[in-house]
């Protein structure tokens, strides 16, 4: 997979990342194969990650299920594929080589423009999941208004930016929890088996272990509350 170089800049020294990512719904048929996923409820579709051109469209589709044949089927008749090519076949898993028609075009279109990458699409019943990732918000709000102007109807789920403060800010992490995760996985505190202790991590945070150990739960147990357990209540504050 081809990726994009981030925007950086200077914080404290080190270099941060600027993007921010777009998660978003898209109803299939105002997108692709709305006929083929709701003929066929229980395949799961997704497209391969990607950063799309204008040369290239998203040709790679990858399909899963217990009914590849009638998934085929549909497919072969849809109005919005010109070309359907089977490239690999698996007992319950194919990948398919596709030429789309304008409605895919559309919404690509509107990521090239803004310069963004696929960073995840994948289709279950009527409706198709987005992430995409865009160098910052100004190419973020260009892709949403394309969106508007060609009346494509997405809903727009999350928003948010990976800088610094901004993935402090969405997780309710403070400053010193986010620096002492960041440096546990930069050194290998969370490989099997641990390329560092909580000593080493404390001699280069210049706190003891017991501090660091403080730290790091704290930050976990934000992550896992404002991710896996409930969406974010409040950006304010932090432990």
Partial sequence: MREVTPTHYR??????????????????????????LEAVPSIEVELDQVVPTEQQSLPFLWVE???????????ASTSNVDQFRLVESMPDRRLYELDWNDRVDCLVEGIVEAKGTLLA??????HWQFR????????????????????????????????KSGFR????????????????????????????DLADLGTELSISP????????????????????????SENGGR
């Fill in 210 to 233: 017991r501090a660091v150990s403080y730290r790091l739960r704290r930050g976990i147990s934000s992550l896992v509350e404002h991710t896996i357990t409930t969406p974010v209540q």
């Fill in 65 to 75: 299920g217990n009914a590849l044949d009638a998934f085929e089927q549909q497919v």
């Fill in 11 to 36: 914080w404290g020294g080190e270099a941060e990342i600027m993007a921010i990512i777009l998660e978003f719904s898209l109803p299939a048929e105002s997108f692709a194969l709305g006929d083929a």
């Fill in 169 to 196: 800010k969405e997780y309710n992490l403070t400053e010193k929890q986010y620096d002492a995760l960041r440096l546990a996985y930069d050194r290998g505190y969370f490989h099997e088996p641990r390329a560092v």
């Fill in 121 to 126: 699409a994948q289709a279950t019943g009527g």
């Fill in 132 to 163: 995409l990732r865009f160098p910052d918000r100004r190419h973020a709000k260009r892709f949403q208004s394309h969106c508007v102007e060609t009346e494509m109807p997405i809903d727009l789920s999350k928003l948010y930016d990976l800088s």
